[in-house]
């Protein structure tokens, strides 16, 4: 199947500083992109969409300004988390989707990275 | 915007035993439907979806789910689950023609060997 990876898998920084996240599209073009985050014990949340080229979608309640979202290239979307605080520390999930261009059948469904652990002190 | 409902959040049973978890959705239109599967410190995986045609759906591990449109459900089931099948079950809904996907709460099954 798609295989999306996510750099790093975990991290640890100090309340205010910003972190970057990686969601890579390994075997497939990326034109959507997904941003989720995942409360222990709890659902996955979506975050905001990520079109290639354009500005993403945030849902509503978050942070536009707080969470930036690049998708500068058709294989990568970018998480970054500014002026981190101990109530963002939580699990990030991306996902992709594909226009099914190099690879059909990958239209419309969701394929998961690992994830980040992001855990601010 | 779409709900998913999932009930029994969390499910133990022995080795053999039949599973059936239950999804419910909120929506007016037509629907893509998924689960995914989360094995302990794993990533979500595709069981299984469905878009259109048969609403009887086989996936992967033995597993299947049936689209029934006029009680708004897309059940999982397995008929005799294995200690491997341990995970956390998510049945996910999006409109068709939109990507965005909404999350039920999960299952928690634990099978017991």
């Known amino acids: 199947g798609a295989v999306v990876s996510q750099h790093p898998s975990w991290v640890i920084c100090k309340s205010g500083t910003s972190v970057k996240i990686e969601c890579r599209s390994l075997d497939f073009q990326a034109t959507t992109m997904f941003w989720y985050r995942q409360f222990p014990k709890q659902s996955l949340m979506l975050m905001a969409t990520?079109?290639?080229?354009?500005?993403?979608?945030?849902e509503q309640g978050v942070e536009k300004d707080k969470f930036l979202i690049n998708h500068a290239s058709l294989t990568l979307s970018t998480l970054t988390v500014t002026s981190a605080h101990p109530e963002d520390s939580s699990f990030y999930i991306c996902s992709a989707t594909s226009s099914g261009g190099r690879r059909a059948g990958v239209t419309d469904t969701q394929y998961f990275g690992p994830g980040t652990r992001l855990t601010v002190l | 915007a779409q709900s998913v409902s999932q009930h029994n959040h969390h499910v133990i049973l022995s080795e053999a035993a039949s599973l059936e978890l239950g999804c419910n959705y909120s929506y007016g239109g037509t629907v893509n439907l998924f689960w995914y599967v989360q094995y302990p410190g794993q990533h979500l995986q595709l069981l299984l979806k469905?878009?259109?045609?048969?609403?009887l759906v086989k996936g992967i591990k033995g597993f299947e789910a049936e689209f029934i449109k006029s009680k708004f459900s897309f059940n999982l089931r397995k008929p005799s689950v294995q200690w491997s099948d341990t995970a956390e079950y998510f049945c996910a809904v999006s409109a068709r023609g939109n990507n965005r996907l909404a999350f039920g709460k999960g299952n928690q099954v634990v099978v017991i060997p």
């Open positions: 469905y878009f259109s045609g048969d609403p």
């Open positions: 990520s079109n290639e080229g354009s500005k993403a979608t945030y």
